[in-house]
């Protein structure tokens, strides 16, 4: 079965700094999804940003980007240039395409920005 | 598009009480999905659906959950008796069949008393 982690239940920074969120997983598949959603306090889950296992270019949107490093089952998220509305729990997910094609989730992470 | 439409979006029910939690997918979805969230274990998948289908349902918690999808634009999660202990948010969520992007709704907070 697959699983993710999310090593860091809170982290903090000051607005304008960078900031990267960790994330591992552990899946026997060898083409998958890797997205990261943002919750923020109206609950809402928004994509942030999704990359495609076969793919070995990171992906990017915008301010957001992946480190995706496939061999060691490794995630994470940078926010580069943060800012206040970025303050939100964080979930790293893992979608299968083969087999059980359900999205599990790590545990979260509670990114708080401050001015 | 309207997205991924769930109702409703707030539930108080006093214990014994049945409630129906529903979900319209984004039209084209083949998949469907029930997540449970709360504080002490997060984000857990309940049951999918593929093509109007169970196909997953062993996170359900027991026998008084149970969901149906008996079309591709509608489905239910019914609990009953509802207990205080089902209080969480749920989600819907469905799944584009070509590019594997998953659309949520904007949950239900259910609150049992």
């Known amino acids: 079965a697959q699983t993710v982690t999310q090593s860091q239940p809170e982290m903090s920074v000051q607005e304008a700094e960078t900031v990267t969120l960790s994330c591992t997983y552990d899946t026997s598949e060898n083409n998958y999804y890797l997205f990261w959603y943002k919750q923020p306090p109206s609950r809402q889950m928004i994509l942030v940003i999704r990359?495609?296992?076969?793919?070995?270019q990171n992906a990017t949107e915008n301010r957001f980007s992946v480190n995706f490093q496939k061999a060691a089952k490794s995630f994470s998220l940078k926010i580069s240039d943060s800012q206040l509305g970025d303050t939100a729990m964080y979930f790293c997910a893992f979608g299968g395409i083969q087999g059980a094609q359900k999205l599990v989730f790590g545990q979260g992470t509670r990114l708080t920005i401050n001015p | 598009d309207a997205g991924v439409i769930q109702s409703p979006r707030h539930e108080v029910t006093e214990m014994g009480q049945e409630v129906t939690l529903r979900c319209k997918p984004i039209?084209?979805?083949?998949?469907l999905f029930w997540y449970r969230q709360t504080m002490m274990r997060g984000l857990e998948l309940l049951i999918y659906f593929n093509n109007n289908v169970p196909i997953d349902d062993s996170g359900m918690p027991e026998d008084r959950f149970s969901a149906k999808m008996p079309n591709a634009s509608f489905s239910t999660l019914k609990i009953q008796p509802s207990e205080p202990r089902d209080s969480a948010v749920y989600f819907c969520?469905?799944?584009?069949?070509?590019?594997?992007?998953?659309?949520f709704g904007s949950g239900t907070r259910l609150t049992v008393v």
């Open positions: 990359q495609e296992a076969y793919k070995q």
């Open positions: 039209s084209g979805h083949n998949s």
């Open positions: 969520a469905s799944r584009d069949p070509f590019n594997y992007g998953y659309t």
